[in-house]
């Protein structure tokens, strides 16, 4: 199959960065500050991960995928918002994210939590807005419950509360993998449905899918724990904050071997799941097996 992964990827990083630029406030709308903050996070770097496999599954349908794009976009503005909010004293207290100062390093506290107040806001009222001129009011409200289950009590909220609540004290892999599975994963599984939904999957693929998404969040966040405890210089993060503030890790509980291991079992695994989906889910696989054994 001629399929050119790296290739790919920088491809539609380019076009999510293009829209993503299109789509935030202007450096100088009032107060300055606040749109210079959103800006300086959204646009600093970033894989572009998630838009990326929101893309990727709706083309398994679809392929005018410029329809989903503003999803994309919306997508990895929560996810920017996540970061900024991780970064906080209040939670991980880092100082350097996507190689450069974190949100409220640059900004001060105060502004980076308005950063990311307002990106999640945007984000959904992108979506609201995009979904009204592209897609039936059924396929936009189910993407848009879809990313709102993705970011909150149940999702990326609910395991950024355990994370912080299993910091410092002894932890199990229940705990562990409810952590992972919703911090990181909820919203990875996210971005796969929503892609399926826009396109007008059927039901059993949802759920394929849904099950396919999950898996390679998980393995996502374990292979993040590994680059953490490696130090990974690509990673545009300080390494070792995991261990600095005792987190509740794969890697703290299982060594580094088994950590990369089990990543890559989640993904052969969610490699399985979809394989009946034939050349047009090849990107996702692909996309699939570079997230477990990443360097960055
Ligand atoms: C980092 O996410 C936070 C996690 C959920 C592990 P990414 O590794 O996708 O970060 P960027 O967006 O590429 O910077
Ligand atoms: C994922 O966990 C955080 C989010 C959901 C935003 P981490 O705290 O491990 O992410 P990094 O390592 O700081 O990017
Ligand atoms: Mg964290
Ligand atoms: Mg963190
Ligand atoms: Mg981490």
Same mark, same amino acid.
């Given at each position: 199959?001629?399929?050119?992964?790296?290739?790919?990827?920088?491809?539609?990083?380019?076009?999510?960065?293009?829209?993503?630029?299109?789509?935030?406030?202007?450096?100088?709308?009032?107060?300055?500050?606040?749109?210079? !903050?959103?800006?300086?996070?959204?646009? $600093? #770097?970033?894989?572009?991960?998630? *838009?990326?496999?929101? &893309? %990727? /599954?709706?083309?398994?349908?679809?392929?005018?995928?410029?329809?989903?794009?503003?999803?994309?976009?919306?997508?990895?503005?929560?996810?920017?918002?996540?970061?900024?909010?991780?970064?906080?004293?209040?939670?991980?207290?880092?100082?350097?994210?996507?190689?450069?100062?974190?949100?409220?390093?640059?900004?001060?506290?105060?502004?980076?939590?308005?950063?990311?107040?307002?990106?999640?806001?945007? !984000?959904?009222?992108?979506?609201?807005? $995009? #979904?009204?001129?592209?897609?039936? *009011?059924?396929?936009? &409200? %189910? /993407?848009?419950?879809?990313?709102?289950?993705?970011?909150?009590?149940?999702?990326?909220?609910?395991?950024?509360?355990?994370?912080?609540?299993?910091?410092?004290?002894?932890?199990?892999?229940?705990?562990?993998?409810?952590?992972?599975?919703?911090?990181?994963?909820?919203?990875?599984?996210?971005?796969?449905?929503?892609?399926?939904?826009?396109?007008?999957?059927?039901?059993?693929?949802?759920?394929?899918?849904?099950?396919?998404?999950?898996?390679? #969040?998980?393995?996502?966040?374990?292979?993040?724990?590994? &680059?953490? /405890?490696?130090?990974?210089?690509?990673?545009?993060?300080?390494?070792?904050?995991?261990?600095?503030?005792?987190?509740?890790?794969?890697?703290?509980?299982?060594?580094?071997?088994?950590?990369?291991?089990?990543?890559?079992?989640?993904?052969?695994?969610?490699?399985?799941?979809?394989?009946?989906?034939?050349?047009?889910?090849?990107?996702?696989?692909?996309?699939?097996?570079?997230?477990?054994?990443?360097?960055?």
């Amino acid at each position: 199959l001629n399929f050119e992964l790296q290739a790919y990827l920088q491809e539609r990083k380019r076009l999510i960065d293009q829209s993503l630029d299109q789509y935030l406030p202007a450096e100088d709308r009032l107060p300055p500050k606040l749109s210079k !903050a959103v800006r300086y996070s959204v646009l $600093a #770097g970033g894989k572009r991960i998630r *838009p990326i496999l929101l &893309l %990727a /599954a709706y083309e398994v349908w679809k392929d005018d995928y410029l329809r989903a794009l503003p999803f994309a976009c919306a997508l990895e503005m929560v996810h920017a918002y996540s970061l900024i909010h991780d970064d906080l004293p209040a939670m991980d207290d880092d100082d350097f994210r996507r190689g450069k100062p974190t949100s409220h390093k640059a900004f001060g506290e105060a502004m980076a939590i308005l950063a990311g107040d307002a990106l999640q806001a945007e !984000a959904f009222g992108l979506m609201a807005r $995009a #979904g009204r001129e592209s897609f039936t *009011p059924q396929q936009s &409200l %189910a /993407a848009i419950r879809e990313l709102a289950d993705g970011a909150g009590l149940n999702g990326m909220a609910a395991g950024q509360a355990m994370d912080m609540e299993t910091q410092g004290r002894q932890f199990g892999s229940e705990e562990l993998e409810f952590i992972h599975s919703r911090k990181t994963g909820a919203l990875i599984r996210a971005a796969v449905k929503v892609g399926a939904i826009l396109a007008g999957a059927d039901e059993k693929s949802l759920r394929t899918f849904s099950e396919f998404g999950g898996r390679v #969040g998980l393995a996502f966040q374990v292979a993040d724990d590994v &680059l953490d /405890a490696v130090g990974g210089e690509k990673s545009g993060k300080a390494g070792g904050s995991d261990a600095r503030k005792k987190k509740a890790t794969y890697v703290g509980l299982f060594g580094l071997k088994q950590s990369q291991d089990r990543a890559k079992t989640l993904v052969s695994e969610s490699i399985e799941l979809i394989k009946e989906y034939g050349t047009r889910a090849e990107p996702l696989r692909q996309i699939a097996r570079f997230l477990a054994e990443r360097e960055y």
